[in-house]
């Protein structure tokens, strides 16, 4: 396994799972504070353009559809964060809010966190029992 794809699985997951727990011990907070940003444009737009760049950057780097599960989920999570950093960074402000409440963020936040977790807890331990090439 190349040694972008151990370090890049790792980075991602350790911090997803920070994330994942931090978030979902604020459970509140996070729900708020994710209302607040969607609702407040240029916020999501500066947002958005961070998450663009984090997930071209991946996508640059790292654009491997084949070989172990762990190189292509670490494709995918790049791919991910762009096309999620456009949809903050283009989308109107008044669809941004539909769409948000369309994926019920606030009822479904665990199955959210939970998933973020998951993915973190693989990367993770794929990322450090890994054999470099």
Known sequence: MSSLTIYLSR???IYC???AVSM???KDATVETVTALVHNPPVAQIT???AL???LAIVLSHNVWSGSALAVIV???GWLSAMKGLVLFSLPPQALV????GAHYGQLFFVYMGGTFIIGAY???GGFTAKSQ
Request: hydrophobic fraction near 50%; charged fraction near 10%; proline fraction near 0%.
């Open 11 to 13: 980075l991602i997951g």
């Open 17 to 19: 799972v920070l994330v």
């Open 24 to 26: 979902s011990s604020h």
């Open 48 to 50: 958005g353009l961070v």
């Open 53 to 55: 760049a984090a997930g």
């Open 75 to 77: 494709t995918l999570v």
């Open 98 to 101: 539909k769409y948000f409440e």
């Open 123 to 125: 990367l993770t331990y």
